[in-house]
């Protein structure tokens, strides 16, 4: 079975600075894709990027990467130019890319608040 | 347009009553989701339609009863729930079958408290 851990339950980040989001998984699957979801307090989710696994470019959105180390079954976020808006809890999923339900594994969750 | 749509945005019931949450899609997708939040939790799959057909169900309750009445409208029917389902019930969307276009799509969601 597929897990999806993030072992940072709560990160800081001064706005305007840098900060990496970490996502592991694990999986013996060879085709799947990888997302990163926004929660802000409205609780609204937002997807904020995705990575299919035969791409070996890292996906970008704006301010918004990932380093995706498919050996390493990582997956992190990085967001630059930190704003007071992307205050928000940022969840990591899978999925599998031979699902007919797109059922997504998601990890349990990073809390990042952004400092003034 | 990413839009799914909930009704109502907040609901209050007590365990003898009946209800009923809505989503609704218009992005031509025929896959739909329910999903239960609690808080600072991620969000625990329950259902999922494909095709208007029951796909998925995670053991959930028959408390709960979900409806895909057309390829754009999903419903969650609740009757006898318990305090331990207040959450935040989450819809999504997406295409189903292979490929990224099977990105789900969510809605805001219904905050369900169960007195």
């Known amino acids: 079975a597929q897990t999806v851990t993030q072992s940072q339950p709560e990160m800081s980040v001064q706005e305007a600075e840098t900060v990496t989001l970490s996502c592991t998984y694990d999986t013996s699957e060879s085709d799947y894709y990888l997302f990163w979801y926004k929660q802000p307090p409205s609780r609204q989710m937002i997807l904020v990027i995705r990575q299919e696994a035969y791409k070996q470019q890292n996906a970008t959105e704006n301010r918004f990467s990932v380093n995706f180390q498919k050996a390493a079954k990582s997956f992190s976020l990085k967001i630059s130019d930190s704003q007071l808006g992307d205050a928000a809890m940022y969840f990591c999923?899978?999925?599998?890319?031979?699902?007919?339900?797109?059922?997504?594994?998601f990890g349990q969750g990073t809390t990042l608040q952004v400092k003034p | 347009d990413t839009e799914v749509t909930q009704t109502p945005k907040h609901l209050v019931m007590g365990m003898t009553n009946k209800k009923s949450l809505k989503c609704e899609q218009h992005m031509g997708h025929r896959a739909m989701y329910w999903y239960k939040q609690k808080a600072k939790k991620p969000p625990e799959l329950m259902f999922v339609y494909s095709y208007e057909k029951l796909s998925i169900n995670e053991s959930v309750p028959s408390r709960f009863s979900p409806e895909c009445p057309n390829s754009s409208l999903l419903n969650l029917h609740l009757h006898a729930l318990q305090p331990e389902d207040s959450a935040l019930y989450l819809c999504?969307?997406?295409?189903?079958?292979?490929?990224?276009?099977?990105?789900?799509?969510f809605g805001p969601g219904t905050r369900l408290l169960v007195l």
């Open positions: 999923a899978y999925r599998s890319g031979s699902s007919n339900t797109g059922k997504l594994i």
């Open positions: 999504a969307s997406s295409h189903p079958g292979q490929g990224k276009s099977k990105t789900q799509y």
